[in-house]
């Protein structure tokens, strides 16, 4: 393993500090989210991306949305570029999207030419705003006429809620308002014509609840609450005459609160339920809660992807029925694995359990984490869990929700990984970092974590700086997989940590006093349910948070296709799986290695039907080498295969 040299650099000042949703006041939570600001990456697996992100992607994809006309859009309508519109309706969030990204990493680090950046991104976005407050680069000159006429299709609310969400993180990296002001003006004049005694008003892409919540946290004014509260309850569908198809694709234009599953859109779905999750910690109203619950459980038990991605089907990039959840043909938009790690965020918050916590660093490591190329150049939008090699990762879409998506998240995950109530930190995510806040009951803590998580499971939470005198908790997430965990204190006894559960240990600390956590993190095979015919006879194979896939390119030796290859598994004790730590074209990881067995006679060799009993296929010792499946298809297009055929041992 690496060595582990913490280093953190000096932060700017602060103005409006914040986490990435502000639960401070919330009174309906039990888990606060820390300020993005708070919390200071260290070395490791996330700080490699968080590296990449600044360094590579974010100038990459500016350069790109610069390119292909998106600032462009905004110049034209103040005379300052001839040029005609480019891109679909939806295609200001992109640049929104962008903009908070790069606000976030504001909150941790200086960057100045991010900064100039932004600075100069905000003149250009209020420049082009209508002395209304109205702002949008499609819906101008002869489309003006269809301003919310078309509401199921034009985005114009979705693109104001990435306006808000981009504004307020920005506001909390320097207190600069300019974009926020800019937001305020348009939602006032949203207030002022829309409503249930006025214009109707949907959101045909649910985005703008949740910023909306955000809005009213930071301003306080309880006008912003009220217009999510009318844009959730889905009153307006009588006088929009939506259809059942409608409703059901946007998961939009009924009451939230009378969603019983997970349908249609897979994003427009996810977004609906961040915005209720974050509408109900402020008002506690019990039937939100009731839905959430539901949907969360449809989710986790029928429509997950064992990768954490969510969307099965490409027509309506759609959650499927219940178990659909096929592997070559999987959806899985980088988007709806965002969505699913941000409500599950929601609902650690609500409910302060390490299930949600499981969910999002399943859904992180894996269907995000797979979104972005190694090099931080290229792009997923669908993320399958099979492939015969064709061409996944892209640099432009013309559709480009998802790589600035990824940017934003990636940005924000210092924001993701402590929460804290009146007087405990729980760690949630793990990476080496450095924490320092103040509890409300117990004064400032300061805890430096140091691991090489997710390729070691050996977590250290050194304690630099507390309050004199104060007790104070520290809760730490055991994960669900880490049967066997181990706790000690100061290098003293060990004691079982139970799995699924926060390991929870109030004292009052001195300074250097050390937590030590030790997750196991042992090679485990994941089998699906009976009903998910795609995996019948097949597994996942699993170390730690991380997925393994078998990839062409490693396994083609002995004239043995990597299609002809199985994996030998034993669900009491995994053996011959060895965990070699490599540093080259995949960056620094863990693959696994396995003497696996492979067939001679190739299956396109054998006949398509066998009549009168089946013919044992011979088989032979053949080497499998699995890599992480966030890691797959950086090396060229290649075939590849999550769930492996297996034989028991």
Not at 165 to 193: E, M, N, P, S, T
Not at 626 to 648: C, H, K, S, T
């Amino acid at each position: 393993m690496r060595q582990l040299i913490l280093t953190f650099a000096i932060l700017p000042c602060l103005a409006a500090d914040g986490p990435v949703f502000d639960m401070a006041k919330s009174p309906h939570v039990k888990l606060r989210p820390v300020p993005v600001s708070a919390v200071l990456l260290g070395p490791g697996f996330w700080a490699d991306r968080e590296k990449i992100n600044v360094e590579r992607s974010l100038p990459s994809m500016l350069k790109l949305l610069e390119e292909h006309g998106i600032i462009g859009n905004f110049l034209r309508l103040q005379g300052k570029s001839t040029a005609t519109r480019k891109g679909p309706v939806y295609t200001d969030s992109d640049i929104y999207k962008w903009m908070e990204a790069a606000a976030f990493v504001l909150q941790t680090q200086d960057v100045p030419w991010i900064r100039t950046k932004l600075n100069e991104l905000n003149g250009i976005i209020v420049g082009a705003q209508e002395p209304s407050g109205y702002l949008n680069t499609y819906y101008v000159e002869d489309k003006a006429k269809l301003r919310f006429t078309e509401m199921q299709r034009s985005h114009e609310l979705y693109n104001l809620g990435h306006m808000l969400q981009a504004a307020i993180a920005r506001y909390r990296a320097d207190g600069d308002r300019k974009l926020l002001d800019a937001g305020i003006r348009y939602v006032d004049y949203l207030i002022k014509d829309f409503g249930p005694d006025k214009h109707p008003l949907l959101t045909g892409h649910p985005e703008l609840e949740m910023a909306l919540v955000e809005l009213y946290r930071t301003t306080g004014e309880r006008k912003y609450l009220d217009l999510a509260k009318y844009l959730l309850s889905g009153v307006e569908r009588e006088r929009l005459k939506l259809t059942d198809a409608q409703v059901k694709y946007m998961f939009s234009g009924v009451p939230f609160t009378s969603r019983t599953q997970f349908e249609g859109h897979a994003v427009r779905a996810m977004y609906a339920s961040c915005g209720a999750a974050d509408y109900y910690a402020e008002t506690g109203d019990p039937a939100y809660l009731k839905t959430l619950d539901t949907l969360w459980n449809d989710l986790v038990n029928y429509k997950m992807y064992v990768t954490g991605g969510v969307g099965a089907r490409s027509a309506g990039e759609a959650f499927g029925e219940k178990y659909e959840l096929p592997n070559y043909q999987a959806y899985g938009e980088s988007c709806a694995a965002i969505g699913n790690f941000m409500f599950n965020a929601r609902m650690l918050a609500i409910h302060g359990q390490t299930k949600y916590a499981d969910v999002m660093e399943r859904a992180l490591y894996n269907g995000i984490n797979s979104g972005m190329s190694l090099d931080g150049s290229l792009y997923c939008y669908r993320n399958p869990l099979a492939s015969t090699g064709e061409k996944i990762r892209n640099a432009w879409y013309d559709t480009t929700c998802c790589p600035p998506n990824l940017q934003r998240t990636f940005a924000s995950l210092p924001g993701y990984l402590f929460s804290y109530d009146a007087n405990t930190i729980y760690a949630n995510l793990f990476h080496s970092a450095k924490l320092d806040w103040t509890l409300p009951d117990s004064g400032r803590v300061v805890i430096r974590e140091e691991t090489e998580y997710p390729w070691s499971g050996t977590l250290k939470f050194i304690v630099d700086d507390a309050t004199a005198g104060k007790e104070f908790g520290i809760a730490v997430r055991i994960p669900d997989w880490a049967k066997g965990a181990t706790v000690s204190v100061n290098g003293g006894a060990q004691q079982r940590a139970t799995s699924g559960d926060y390991f929870r240990i109030s004292r009052p600390w001195k300074k250097n006093d050390t937590l030590t956590v030790q997750l196991p993190l042992d090679v485990q095979p994941v089998f699906g349910n009976p009903r998910m015919y795609e995996t019948v006879g097949k597994v996942a194979i699993q170390r730690g948070p991380i997925i393994y896939c078998m990839e062409q390119v490693d396994n083609n030796g002995a004239n043995i296709s990597m299609f002809d290859r199985l994996v030998q598994v034993n669900p009491v004790r995994m053996q011959g799986y060895t965990a070699e730590v490599q540093d080259g074209a995949l960056g620094h990881v863990v693959v696994l290695k396995h003497e696996g067995k492979g067939f001679l006679k190739p299956a396109e060799d054998e006949p398509l039907y066998q009549y009168g009993g089946l013919k044992e296929r011979k088989a032979v010792k053949a080497p499998v080498t699995l890599i992480p499946y966030y890691a797959w298809a950086n090396r060229g297009e290649d075939a590849m295969e999550v769930w492996l055929p297996f034989q028991l041992n």
